[in-house]
């Protein structure tokens, strides 16, 4: 068998074993004999796109000499927790899964577990949660996830005779398949939040049906008990709500918080200089409830007796404007991707925001041009926060004090990119990795240490110590604190790009590349090179039908940063993998290019 063809006996008809630098050389070669430089693009596109799955650590096993590295035990031994070594559970997250496949990867772990569990004759016993099953499993005959209804339904009708069951988790159980909830006597969990008339029309109220209990109706069981209730009768430091970090940089941790740091926390968010919600205000808490109690909006807005709007699934830039129309939305907030989703959307219908007060954003770092297009454009005022599920969640937000309330146009802005100064609450401080406490000159950057009521003590079911001796939590974050106490993050200590001794902030960039208008979003990593450690590697996503070059990026951000803060290359993909709270997962976009190389380095 030829392992490197002479470049004439590749063709259609004739596929034979090939090196990918083959191709390249191939490429490189037919480029040579071409005259006409339009004529060359169809040859640079494909000779970019081989090179990038090259690159791509995605496909890197298919590139290696060595092709088999796992057996099938391997693999299912890990995916299915053979043996359990303590850890009986496996969580799959789709999130980054391309839609176009995810039909296809559901419906092979459903149908793999339930052979499995044949093979095992019962000896293993499984059950397989399906989250959102309503996306999966959905009524009608839609034709949308025709592999997975069938193989969950498999499952729901004969999985009980091997020891498989199956639970379906979902809020919208009226769009969820009868026939497989009808077989399914295993388990099922549904989240509702409804009146009767909202209730699926096929179900008996619970008690009504001999082998299946029925469900629930979160308005029935509150008519059971009187509104004039006697509250408490615990201590102040009862668990109250648990809450897990995102696990941008790690494992997800938990953080169980207390009715008393909750009750604080709610009266630190209400101030004036804080979020400054009042009874007078429509609130639309856009970030979830899982997300740290959508940023304590959960229990502050109803604390205050503000109307809430809570928006559910559809998280676009037209269902947000809708919601924001509808209910004369005054107050809102989420992380800036669902922003820049609505500012497109905004720009696109010419709509405008008339009820719209103000909006806070954070998660990440607020990008300039969004917080100047919601103020110049829309007359919103932008806050910008920060804050972590250690600390319930607030830190800090940037409204403006004396010092800066006068300010306008680029030097406010300029304030407003920092996160801000602390509540009532929170003290902070920034320090060398030796513990030594930094000025607060707006320039010298540490490590952000925090401490204050709401601040996690310790972990769930984690005895580790996470304060230092003076009680302060190291947020893994790199910050300044100018002389007003305004903090500005630089970076997660995981994410700065550390080059040639020199750090740079991967968030700078990021909100630089933004700015540009072809630009959807943008990420930042740093990329293993053999002079500097590591150089930034920007990875870039077009707003829709738009195109534009890694020379129109860079020639955009010349001039704006420190020359040797520039991108040594620009990477366009289709999209960017996010946490379920919206923040960018860096963790696997390092996994995914960690492969990658840059042009600069073998200069």
Request: net charge negative; aromatic share 8%.
């Amino acid at each position: 068998m030829k392992t490197k063809p002479e470049p004439k006996s590749i063709t259609v008809d004739t596929p034979c074993p090939f090196h990918l630098s083959d191709v390249v050389s191939y490429i490189d070669e037919q480029l040579g004999k071409l005259e006409r430089l339009q004529a060359t693009l169809p040859y640079l596109r494909l000779k970019n796109r081989v090179e990038a799955l090259v690159s791509d650590a995605r496909y890197g096993f298919m590139f290696r000499s060595l092709m088999v590295e796992d057996t099938m035990t391997d693999v299912l031994g890990r995916i299915f927790r053979v043996p359990t070594d303590g850890k009986p559970i496996t969580v799959i997250d789709l999130a980054a899964v391309p839609s176009e496949i995810l039909d296809v990867v559901i419906s092979l772990i459903a149908r793999i577990a339930y052979d499995l569990a044949v093979w095992s004759d019962g000896q293993m016993p499984m059950l397989l949660v399906c989250e959102e099953a309503h996306r999966y499993a959905p009524a009608g005959d839609e034709g949308k996830f025709i592999p997975t209804r069938q193989a969950l339904a498999q499952i729901a009708k004969e999985g009980r005779k091997y020891g498989i069951s199956i639970g379906l988790i979902t809020q919208r159980p009226s769009e969820l398949d009868a026939t497989i909830i009808s077989q399914c006597s295993t388990v099922i969990a549904m989240r509702l939040f409804t009146d009767r008339d909202h209730m699926p029309a096929d179900f008996k109220p619970a008690g009504e049906t001999p082998n299946f209990k029925g469900l629930l109706c979160f308005e029935d069981l509150v008519e059971q008990h009187h509104a004039d209730c006697a509250w408490g009768g615990f201590d102040e430091g009862t668990a109250a709500g648990l809450c897990y970090t995102s696990g941008t940089t790690g494992d997800p941790k938990g953080v169980l918080y207390s009715h008393r740091s909750n009750v604080l926390h709610s009266m630190m968010a209400a101030m004036p200089d804080a979020m400054n919600v009042a009874s007078r205000d429509v609130v639309l808490p856009v970030v979830p409830m899982f997300h740290a109690n959508c940023w304590g909006l959960a229990l502050t807005s109803p604390m205050l007796g503000a109307g809430m709007v809570m928006p559910g699934a559809r998280l676009d830039g037209a269902s947000i404007y809708e919601l924001l129309d509808t209910y004369k939305v005054s107050f809102t907030a989420a992380v800036p991707t669902v922003w820049l989703m609505l500012l497109h959307d905004l720009e696109k219908t010419g709509h405008k925001l008339p009820y719209l007060n103000r909006v806070v954003i954070g998660g990440s770092a607020c990008p300039r041009a969004v917080t100047q297009a919601f103020q110049d454009n829309y007359g919103v005022e932008v806050i910008h926060a920060w804050g972590m599920t250690e600390m319930s969640p607030l830190g800090s937000l940037c409204t403006l004090k004396p010092e800066y309330a006068e300010l306008t146009g680029e030097a406010k802005l300029d304030v407003q990119m920092k996160q801000g100064h602390p509540p009532f609450g929170v003290e902070m401080k920034i320090t060398d990795d030796k513990g030594n406490k930094l000025p607060w000159d707006g320039k010298t950057f540490g490590r952000l240490k925090v401490s204050g009521p709401s601040v996690a003590r310790a972990y769930f079911k984690d005895d580790s110590e996470i304060l230092d001796d003076e009680g302060f939590f190291d947020t893994g974050d790199v910050a300044t604190m100018d002389p007003h106490g305004y903090m500005q993050i630089t970076d997660r200590s995981k994410d700065v790009i550390k080059s040639g001794g020199e750090w740079i902030s991967s968030i700078d960039l990021e909100n630089l590349a933004v700015g540009h208008p072809k630009v959807a979003e943008a990420a930042v990593i740093g990329v293993q090179h053999p002079k500097w450690d590591e150089r930034p590697l920007l990875i870039v996503v077009l707003k829709k039908d738009q195109k534009a070059s890694k020379d129109d990026i860079l020639e955009f951000m010349q001039g704006k940063i420190a020359k040797w803060w520039m991108p040594d290359d620009v990477a366009f993909v289709e999209e960017i993998p996010h946490t379920a709270t919206g923040k960018i997962l860096k963790t696997e976009l390092r996994e995914r290019f960690k492969s990658y190389r840059l042009p600069t380095a073998a200069a």
